[in-house]
């Protein structure tokens, strides 16, 4: 039995341990952990981990630290079922009984149908885990500089080519889409990222899926629905994540693409969520999207631990979790960077977007407006601009202050500019 409970050992579940120790708590806290390792940093295993000669260790906390905070790692297992009637929940042969929990289980990442491409097929990685990072650096620097095929033109995928190609490979990208990336900053700004990749010399093909993946022992080639044969050595599945919702199933909690929270987090009495595996209403977008968000970003992940186990401890006093979505991504020598939202629900008005500074073909900063209401910012390659953005954004701005304040960075942007010209 422990006072708090966190199922997940990543960042989210990390947090929650750190958030009500630094708080003053001192009831028993327990971190349970499908892996064997300790909570580690997921970013750098499709970016400076396979780039580096060695992929280095993005360890959190080392165990010293973990036991100076008093929390009790059960590791190597994951959790297998919840009791929500006897606050219990199952890990191998263990039933661990919790006075709150925090449920941070995260997404697993999707593979192809066995149908498409053989499970234990040689040279095809899906990248979730360190483990997974390990072996994929292992695969990119094999003899005779392999051809590397991803599948899925998100932004892990995309990260994970732009390595592969800034090493020297022969890569090419394979999109089921008619434009990449367009759910996550829509159509105009899917095919302005996409260029970043042809700028590059890395092949996108889109709108076509992988009929077939061709090899014996291991991948040798993978055949397109149009009938595309691309000669591969390392396969890629990059298709995005599905919550890790699966032990759930028989708890009585409600699951839809995630596991379905208040406001406060809450799925239940004495039970909160964090991280991938949350759905949530976000206040601030409720308006935009008319329903509730499910995010995959770090920095949501980072604040919905603490939130969730600073309420699951004080239920009494549990508060709402509101925030500006913001994530980053890392493709050759570019830094994208987006805050806010980029579509809206079914039936109501499209989002728009506007670039405000510089243009598609290098440097920018793009708007998005829903109605008269600023929603969304994306910067590719101007790291001082987004989070400008973001606090209209968390202030609900209109689209006028928004255009404001675009004026005001291009006017400080060229005069920066003109000083440095006159030395």
């Given at each position: 039995?422990?006072?708090?409970?966190?199922?997940?050992?990543?960042?989210?579940?990390?947090?929650?341990?750190?958030?009500?120790?630094?708080?003053?708590?001192?009831?028993?806290?327990?971190?349970?952990?499908?892996?064997?390792?300790?909570?580690?940093?997921?970013?750098?295993?499709?970016?400076?981990?396979?780039?580096?000669?060695?992929?280095?260790?993005?360890?959190?906390?080392?165990?010293?630290?973990?036991?100076?905070?008093?929390?009790?790692?059960?590791?190597?297992?994951?959790?297998?079922?919840?009791?929500?009637?006897?606050?219990?929940?199952?890990?191998?042969?263990?039933?661990?009984?919790?006075?709150?929990?925090?449920?941070a289980t995260g997404a697993d990442a999707r593979a192809l149908p066995a149908s498409v491409c053989a499970p234990d097929l040689a040279g095809v990685v899906t990248l979730r885990t360190r483990d997974d990072s390990a072996h994929l650096h292992r695969l990119l620097r094999a003899d005779g500089n392999p051809?590397?095929?991803?599948?899925?033109?998100?932004?892990?995928?995309?990260?994970?080519?732009?390595?592969?190609?800034?090493?020297?490979?022969?890569?090419?990208?394979?999109?089921?889409?008619?434009?990449?990336?367009?759910?996550?900053?829509?159509?105009?700004?899917?095919?302005?990222?996409?260029?970043?990749?042809?700028?590059?010399?890395?092949?996108?093909?889109?709108?076509?899926?992988?009929?077939?993946?061709?090899?014996?022992?291991?991948?040798?080639?993978?055949?397109?629905?149009?009938?595309?044969?691309?000669?591969?050595?390392?396969?890629?599945?990059?298709?995005?994540?599905?919550?890790?919702?699966?032990?759930?199933?028989?708890?009585g909690l409600t699951l839809s693409d995630g596991v379905v929270a208040d406001e406060t987090l809450a799925a239940a009495p004495g039970v909160y969520v964090a991280g991938d595996v949350a759905?949530?209403?976000?206040?601030?977008?409720?308006?935009?999207?008319?329903?509730?968000?499910?995010?995959?970003?770090?920095?949501?992940?980072?604040?919905?631990?603490?939130?969730?186990?600073?309420?699951?401890?004080?239920?009494?006093?549990?508060?709402?979790?509101?925030?500006?979505?913001?994530?980053?991504?890392?493709?050759?020598?570019?830094?994208?960077?987006?805050?806010?939202?980029?579509?809206?629900?079914?039936?109501?008005?499209?989002?728009?977007?506007?670039?405000?500074?510089?243009?598609?073909?290098?440097?920018?900063?793009?708007?998005?407006?829903?109605?008269?209401?600023?929603?969304?910012?994306?910067?590719?390659?101007?790291?001082?601009?987004?989070?400008?953005?973001?606090?209209?954004?968390?202030?609900?701005?209109?689209?006028?202050?928004?255009?404001?304040?675009?004026?005001?960075?291009?006017?400080?942007?060229?005069?920066?500019?003109?000083?440095?010209?006159?030395?």
């Amino acid at each position: 039995m422990a006072d708090l409970v966190v199922v997940g050992a990543s960042l989210a579940g990390l947090k929650a341990a750190e958030a009500v120790r630094g708080d003053g708590f001192e009831g028993s806290v327990a971190l349970i952990g499908a892996e064997e390792h300790l909570p580690y940093d997921r970013p750098p295993l499709s970016k400076e981990h396979l780039a580096n000669d060695e992929p280095g260790d993005s360890t959190y906390r080392e165990q010293e630290k973990l036991d100076e905070l008093g929390v009790e790692l059960v590791l190597g297992a994951p959790a297998t079922a919840l009791d929500l009637d006897a606050r219990t929940v199952t890990v191998g042969d263990q039933q661990i009984g919790y006075g709150g929990l925090v449920i941070a289980t995260g997404a697993d990442a999707r593979a192809l149908p066995a149908s498409v491409c053989a499970p234990d097929l040689a040279g095809v990685v899906t990248l979730r885990t360190r483990d997974d990072s390990a072996h994929l650096h292992r695969l990119l620097r094999a003899d005779g500089n392999p051809r590397v095929t991803v599948v899925g033109a998100g932004f892990i995928g995309s990260e994970i080519a732009a390595v592969a190609r800034k090493r020297g490979h022969e890569v090419t990208i394979v999109e089921a889409l008619p434009v990449p990336l367009v759910r996550g900053v829509g159509e105009r700004m899917g095919r302005a990222l996409t260029d970043i990749h042809e700028r590059h010399g890395t092949r996108v093909l889109t709108g076509v899926s992988v009929a077939e993946v061709r090899g014996t022992d291991a991948v040798e080639a993978v055949v397109l629905a149009d009938g595309t044969v691309i000669d591969t050595d390392v396969l890629v599945v990059g298709i995005g994540a599905a919550p890790n919702t699966g032990w759930l199933e028989s708890s009585g909690l409600t699951l839809s693409d995630g596991v379905v929270a208040d406001e406060t987090l809450a799925a239940a009495p004495g039970v909160y969520v964090a991280g991938d595996v949350a759905r949530w209403p976000n206040a601030l977008f409720d308006d935009v999207l008319g329903s509730s968000m499910r995010l995959e970003h770090w920095t949501s992940a980072s604040e919905q631990g603490a939130r969730a186990a600073r309420n699951a401890v004080d239920p009494s006093s549990a508060q709402p979790y509101t925030t500006v979505p913001y994530f980053w991504s890392d493709w050759y020598d570019s830094r994208i960077q987006f805050v806010g939202v980029s579509r809206s629900g079914e039936g109501l008005a499209d989002v728009e977007e506007e670039v405000v500074m510089g243009d598609e073909g290098g440097p920018f900063v793009a708007l998005y407006r829903f109605g008269d209401r600023l929603v969304g910012a994306l910067a590719v390659d101007k790291r001082a601009e987004v989070m400008q953005y973001r606090r209209l954004i968390m202030n609900k701005a209109s689209w006028d202050e928004g255009q404001e304040k675009a004026e005001e960075r291009r006017q400080r942007a060229a005069k920066k500019a003109a000083e440095a010209a006159a030395g």
